[in-house]
Structures are given as structure tokens and as C-alpha cells.
């Protein structure tokens, strides 16, 4: 396997675009809980900070996760994607592009996009600050 390719395979595990293996797992459920921050799994990539805050399944979704993206000054986590799982973004910091298949929409602070499995989608920070979202996935 070439090394782009791996670390695209690598990179779309991180960001949950390939389901983790106790996404997968439904033995695996989430605990009632509330995560600090600084108790998420935090994962550093060219492009920022991921912290994954919860991952695994629940009494209504065979997997669901949840995390945030810190995305530095003019990147992207990845090109854009498709995955199964719909999916919430909530943009709570800085500015950016947000794609949803061919059309492009400007996105701030306070911004909220929806996904839905296997459509085509992306983020950007187009900003000269960090750009900070959240994400939340999960399949039936």
C-alpha cells in the first residue's frame, strides 16, 4: 500500500469516516456520562486537533460518535468524503466553507450542517484563526 494511501486509510479512521472497531462492536455501549475536554482522546494530524469524546454503540444506533475539530488557517481534515453514517456539524468557532456534493456555503460560529449517509461532503477553514467544530455520527 502506497504511504498517501495509507495515510488517507489512517486519517479517515481518525475523523470516523471508516467506522472504528468499537463503533462496530455492539457490545460496545456508551455509559450515561458527561466528558471534560481534557478527558476526550485527543489526536494531533497536520491539520489541527480531533478529540473524540464518545464511540461505540447505544440502545438506538449500532454506532455513534461524537467529537470536535480544531482545524488550523487554511485546511481541511480531509478532501471530502462519503460515509454511511448521517451526520450533525456544528461550527462554533472561526469561518469557513462547508460542501455538501457541488455546492459550497460560507459557515461561522453558531452554524449547524446535516449529512446524510453517502453524501458527498467537506469542511475548510478559509479563516486566518482556528476553526472549531463539533460532529456527531451514528448508524442504525
Known sequence: MSPHRRDLLQLTALLGVLPLASAEDTSVQLADSVVDSSHARLQSAAFGEVRTYFD??????????????????????????????????????????????????????????????????????????PMVFYFFKWRG
Open 56 to 129: 461505540g454503540g447505544t440502545s438506538q444506533a449500532r454506532s455513534a460518535t461524537a467529537g470536535s475539530v480544531r482545524l488550523k488557517p487554511g485546511m481541511e481534515p480531509h478532501p471530502p468524503h462519503r460515509h454511511l453514517e448521517d451526520e450533525f456539524l456544528i461550527v462554533t468557532e472561526g469561518t469557513g466553507e462547508i460542501s455538501i456534493e457541488d455546492q459550497v456555503t460560507k459557515a461561522g460560529s453558531g452554524d449547524v450542517a446535516f449529512f446524510r449517509g453517502n453524501k458527498l461532503h467537506g469542511i475548510r477553514n478559509t479563516g486566518s484563526v
